[in-house]
């Protein structure tokens, strides 16, 4: 069994066929944390995991590209983000439903920030609606799924000032979900209490020092996850993605520590379980 942290069956990418990925998944005994980006997509996360008796979960959160409209450009989706001011009321509903396991997606986003707006002044929203939803979670007694992206210029600042802020919560807990960082940041994120959560990009040739950081942290602080539709694993690079390839990622990581892919299974299922309440 695998657990697949983070995904989104809940996006426009699956409305023809998510009940099939969902099934495919299912069936392959991989359960799924299906992640919200804004309210439409937390609604429509929670739904399907009503649905079901176990093994679909919901995550609900404004994610930090939905601040601004900006058009994103993936490899595999491109779209226009629709600009959502954040509600805290409508969140908390949702969280307070028994199959929403998780607040976010939530984060800092630098790289998607556009060139005509101010910097600094979107860096201030983003860093106040974070705040937000981590009081949120906090009250709530859950973890926290959080988005980073840093500029290309500077990838690294944006784990510094997820870090800074999470100091300022000491009871929060959760997961650097897609991490791609080095391996003393990840270290400093075990060190307050946070797990560290891998994508397909673990599976691509030039992502050493994703690997690296993979080999070197404990199994014991590792989550995987698709982020489907976006980031699919070696073999499947460029297609959409789906939940049923997390036990790519799982092999992979696998592979990198020398252990066999039962063992990643085992650990990593047991980690999501105990950080989602599963
Ligand atoms: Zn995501």
């Known amino acids: 069994m695998l657990i697949d942290t983070h995904t989104h069956v809940n996006f426009n990418a699956f409305k023809e066929d998510g009940p099939d990925v969902i099934d495919r998944s299912l069936r392959e005994k991989i359960w ?3 992640v919200g980006s804004q309210t439409t997509t937390s609604k429509r996360a929670v739904n399907i995991a009503v649905d079901f008796k176990e093994g679909i979960y919901a995550a609900v959160g404004l994610h930090p590209i939905h601040l601004h409209e900006i058009k994103v450009d993936e490899s595999e989706v491109a779209f226009q983000s629709r600009k959502e001011e954040f509600n805290p009321q409508e969140y908390r509903e949702l969280a307070l439903n ?3 396991v998780a607040i976010g997606e939530t984060g800092l986003d630098y790289f998607h920030i556009p060139k005509d707006e101010d910097f600094d002044l979107v860096k201030k929203k983003q860093e106040d609606i974070f705040k937000q939803q981590i009081a949120l979670a906090v ?3 859950k973890p926290l799924t959080i988005h980073s992206r840093g500029t290309e210029a500077d990838p690294n600042e944006v784990y510094q000032d997820i870090m800074a802020i999470l100091k300022q919560f000491p009871e929060a807990k959760g997961v650097i979900h897609c991490y791609s960082g080095n391996l003393e940041t990840a270290k400093q994120f075990i060190e307050i209490g946070f797990l560290i959560s891998f994508t397909g990009i673990v599976t691509f040739k030039n992502a050493k020092e994703t690997q690296l950081v993979a080999k070197e942290l404990p ?11 976006y980031l699919a694993p070696e073999p499947y690079r460029g297609k959409r993605n789906e939940p049923a390839y997390v036990k790519y990622i799982a092999l992979k990581i696998a592979e990198l520590k020398g252990i066999s892919f039962k063992e990643v299974a085992k650990v990593t299922t047991e980690n999501a379980r105990k950080l989602f309440n599963i």
């Not at 199994?219 to 539709?229: F, G, M, Q, R």
């Open 32 to 34: 799924l944390i299906n």
């Open 98 to 100: 028994s199959k929403t």
């Open 139 to 141: 009250e709530l007694g």
């Open 219 to 229: 199994l014991d602080k590792i989550l995987v996850e698709t982020d489907a539709p």
